[in-house]
Every structure is written in structure tokens, then in C-alpha cells.
T-cell receptor
């Protein structure tokens, strides 16, 4: 079946540095990808998404890169702030199928 | 708009007891979902609904039932709770025009 996995369960960065969170997916037919942020005790919050007809998409301080050749997705956070500390999930789906979620990366921002 | 709300926030059950979790959304979304989240694992889909009066099974439906009698509400029922159902439950919804799901704050359920 389809699987989505994150490369590292934890990531620590210095405040002000850029963060890169990686995700790999197994289904080459996946056509939609999304990143969520989950703070402790809260529900997942939408960050940014991208479709398979794009390689890059930018939001406010965030960029998602999609490499379909190696089935890899990354989330870049510019000038990481203490409020960015959270668990980050990627998810993907193919067509009308339901989203498949990765297990998450805990991002810790160090002062 | 309140977005997606869940009731209750916390609950402790004994094995064999039943309960219903309520999800409500005020965004007029067609699609609604129930997920469970366990430590070290991604969100897993329990059941979902593509519109009022419809429900479908997700990845882990056993031991749960759902109902979507009103468009704004999606109920998740546990008829006979088991310790394996200890988890955090999240509801989500979306329109039929986008793939972006919006999540509620979660219900933490413990089954003793």
C-alpha cells in the first residue's frame, strides 16, 4: 500500500536559521501533497500544499519543494522562530483516494 | 466562524462502555473525516463522509461506527470500548472543491 515517511523524527535548529524538513512517499501516482503543523495539544494546522504538476510553491516564510523523480518532498522554513516549534506532517494522495499521513518530525527551535 | 469543533475534549472510559464523539463544522463543508493519532504514528483514517447521509470506511474502521445525519455534524461511536482504542481522535472537514482538510482540536480518549 501507499506509505509516506519522514526522514528524521526530530530536528533542532537555531532561532533565525532556516529549517528543512524532508518527506518521502512511495506512490509514484500521488498527485497532491500537503504539509501540516501540529502544536502540542492541538489539531493539525494547514501550512502549504502542492500538486504534482508543480516543483515548488512558496508561502509566507515557507517553501515546499517536490521532486517526483525520487519521490521526495521538503518543507523549508525561513528564519525559524520559537513559534515554529511543533510537529510537522506531510501527507499525500492519488486522485480520489484519501490522504496518507507520515509520522511527523518534531522541530525544536533553540534560542 | 468557529471552524471545526469537537466534543468532548477529554474522556476516560472503562472497557466495554460506549460513547459518542461529536464533530461540528460551520463552514458548510461537504466532506468530513475521523482520524486517530497514536504515538509515533501518522494520522489514520477511521471513517469519512462525502455528504449528508453518507459514510464510508477508512483504513482502521473496526470497533467504530459513524453517522452524518446533518451536514454540519459527524458523529463517531464506540459501542464497546477497548484499551486499544485509547488514542487522540481528530475530526476534519473540507469542501468538495479543494483537497485541504481543516482539523478540529482533538479528543483525548483513555480506555481502562
Amino acid at each position: 500500500g501507499e506509505s509516506v515517511g519522514l526522514h528524521l523524527p526530530t530536528l533542532s535548529v537555531q532561532e533565525g536559521d532556516n529549517s528543512i524538513i524532508n518527506c518521502a512517499y512511495s506512490n509514484s501516482a500521488s498527485d497532491y501533497f500537503i504539509w501540516y503543523k501540529q502544536e502540542s495539544g492541538k489539531g493539525p494546522q494547514f501550512i502549504i500544499d502542492i500538486r504534482s504538476n508543480m516543483d515548488k510553491r512558496q508561502g509566507q516564510r515557507v517553501t515546499v519543494l517536490l521532486n517526483k523523480t525520487v519521490k521526495h518532498l521538503s518543507l523549508q522554513i525561513a528564519a525559524t522562530q520559537p513559534g515554529d516549534s511543533a510537529v510537522y506532517f506531510c501527507a499525500s494522495h492519488e486522485g480520489a483516494r484519501q490522504l496518507t499521513f507520515g509520522s511527523g518530525t518534531q522541530l525544536t527551535v533553540l534560542p | 466562524n468557529a471552524g471545526v469543533t469537537q466534543t468532548p475534549k477529554f474522556r476516560v472510559l472503562k472497557t466495554g462502555q460506549s460513547m459518542t464523539l461529536l464533530c461540528a463544522q460551520d463552514m458548510n463543508h461537504e466532506y468530513m473525516y475521523w482520524y486517530r493519532q497514536d504515538p509515533g504514528m501518522g494520522l489514520r483514517l477511521i471513517h469519512y463522509s462525502v455528504g449528508e447521509g453518507t459514510t464510508a470506511k477508512g483504513e482502521v474502521p473496526d470497533g467504530y461506527n459513524v453517522s452524518r445525519l446533518k451536514k454540519q455534524n459527524f458523529l463517531l461511536g464506540l459501542e464497546s470500548a477497548a484499551p486499544s482504542q485509547t488514542s487522540v481522535y481528530f475530526c476534519a472537514s473540507r469542501t468538495g472543491n479543494t483537497d485541504t482538510q481543516y482539523f478540529g482540536p482533538g479528543t483525548r480518549l483513555t480506555v481502562l
